[in-house]
């Protein structure tokens, strides 16, 4: 039997603030609930791809913080929230007054998620279930947090950033110091301590830097 994103999201999170970004409340899955205890055979079975829209990474909470605290970024210009997930980076923006912002992630579960935390926190969000990486810009300002997890995903990555912020877009990155991360290639911009579990993490705080690509 096919899963309703919808009613399965409402049944397996509760609504929360978060720590670092309290602003901002999403459906969040928290130790309380079945989906952190459901392997990847069970979610499988349901249709259910890695419920990461479920959590609120370090690198998506100190990306908000910084736009929130730095409205100035995203303010009257065309967004998009590249890996967007629960949708916190796109809905800070939002509510930092971007013109427009379009979140996108090849996980079709995420359309619903953030759907649902776009309508909490008053705010439009557009959303396009597609991999872009590659694509011409097409926005003033491109948001990824913590998306440098893993070697294959950030060698695709790192040039398209880069052509990017060549063509004059401004790229912004939230790192909680992944292994993969190009500092080299970056500017900093501020650090945070961010609150995390440490059944996502290995530490209940991690440091996170937002960064700069630079052309």
């Excluded at 996980?107 to 439009?124: E, Y």
């Excluded at 590659?134 to 060698?155: H, I």
Aim: with cysteine.
């Amino acid at each position: 039997m096919k899963t309703d994103p919808e009613a399965f999201i409402r049944a397996n999170t509760d609504v929360m603030s978060l720590p670092h970004v309290p602003e901002i409340r999403l459906h969040l899955a928290s130790e309380a609930h079945d989906l952190w205890l459901k392997t990847e055979e069970e979610l499988e079975e349901i249709g259910l791809p890695p419920p990461f829209w479920a959590f609120a990474w370090a690198g998506g909470q100190g990306l908000a913080r910084h736009i929130l605290d730095h409205p100035e970024l995203v303010k009257g210009k065309r967004v998009i929230d590249f890996a967007s997930g629960s949708g916190l980076v796109a809905i800070a923006a939002m509510k930092a007054g971007a013109a427009s912002v379009l979140a996108v992630d090849i996980d079709p579960w995420t359309q619903t998620a953030i759907r649902l935390n776009s309508a909490l926190n008053g705010v439009t969000v557009a959303f396009a279930a597609a991999d872009i990486i590659g694509d011409a810009r097409s926005a003033d300002v491109y948001l990824a947090g913590d998306v440098f997890y893993d070697k294959a995903f950030a060698d695709r990555l790192v040039p398209w950033f880069t052509a990017l912020a060549q063509n004059g877009a401004s790229v912004l990155v939230g790192d909680p110091g992944r292994a993969y991360c190009p500092r080299d290639r970056m500017q900093m911009l501020s650090t945070y301590q961010v609150p995390v579990t440490r059944a996502l993490e290995d530490s209940e705080v991690k440091k996170t830097t937002v960064w700069r690509f630079t052309a």
